[in-house]
T-cell receptor, first 115, second 117 residues
């Protein structure tokens, strides 16, 4: 089982460039999440999705967009990268509450540097 | 609004001694609580969860956590620490009330556990 796979693993962008981070899960999970991890800040929720075709804002959504066109994929876009978006990005997925097996599974992360 | 607080940036403990990593939460409905561990340059790994039932839950690698509703806490514990337990630990909360469930999963800022030989 691949679980949650993030691509790319590393990326360096110039200020103003755009990019898309891809998250793919093979566990048939309904919920998917994008987080960023910064030193001393923990994991902060950027956007999330509770099902195919739906997305919602998290704690720090500004400067990011997302799409969930297919259940297994959750894309995170940066339209115009800024140095403040230098971070490690994690994708996660889980079953919904009703299953009780609702713990999230994480990808290995994408280390993004904006210069 | 949901929130999680981990009041200690770092916890230091000697190998063989018991350890506690603290977590308090705020959620409007029923809390679903989780602990995760992160090793350097890795993703997060699930340790244990509280959904309902017994307030003391047991998880992976000998860890356990106690849910205390009156104190809104979910502290992580282990009776005897190992050097290999040294890592970054995160507490997380979800509103478990189906009616008000938004699907959000919110994390604390993390606590670094350092176990010394």
């Amino acid at each position: 089982n691949a679980g949650v796979t993030q691509t790319p693993k590393f990326r360096v962008l110039k200020t103003g460039q755009s990019m898309t981070l891809l998250c793919a899960q093979d566990m048939n999970h309904e919920y998917m999440y994008w987080y960023r991890q910064d030193p001393g800040m923990g994991l902060r929720l950027i956007h999330y999705s509770v099902g195919e075709g739906t997305t919602a804002k998290g704690e720090v959504p500004d400067g990011y967009n997302v799409s969930r066109l297919k259940k297994q994929n959750f894309l995170l876009g940066l339209e115009s990268a800024a140095p403040s978006q230098t971070s490690v990005y994690f994708c996660a997925s889980s079953y919904p509450l009703e299953t009780l097996n609702t713990e999230a599974f994480f990808g290995q992360g994408t280390r993004l540097t904006v210069v | 609004a949901q929130s999680v607080a981990q009041p200690e940036d770092q916890v230091n403990v000697a190998e063989g001694n018991p350890l506690t990593v603290k977590c308090t939460y705020s959620v409007s409905g029923n809390p679903y609580l989780f602990w995760y561990v992160q090793y350097p340059n890795r993703g997060l790994q699930f340790l244990l969860k509280y959904i309902t039932g017994d307030n003391l839950v047991k998880g992976s690698y000998g860890f356990e956590a106690e849910f205390n509703k009156s104190q809104t806490s979910f502290h992580l514990k282990k009776p005897s620490a190992l050097v290999s337990d040294s890592a970054l630990y995160f507490c997380a909360v979800r509103d478990g009330t189906l009616v008000s469930n938004t699907g959000k999963l919110i994390f604390g800022q993390g606590t670094t556990l350092q176990v010394k030989p």
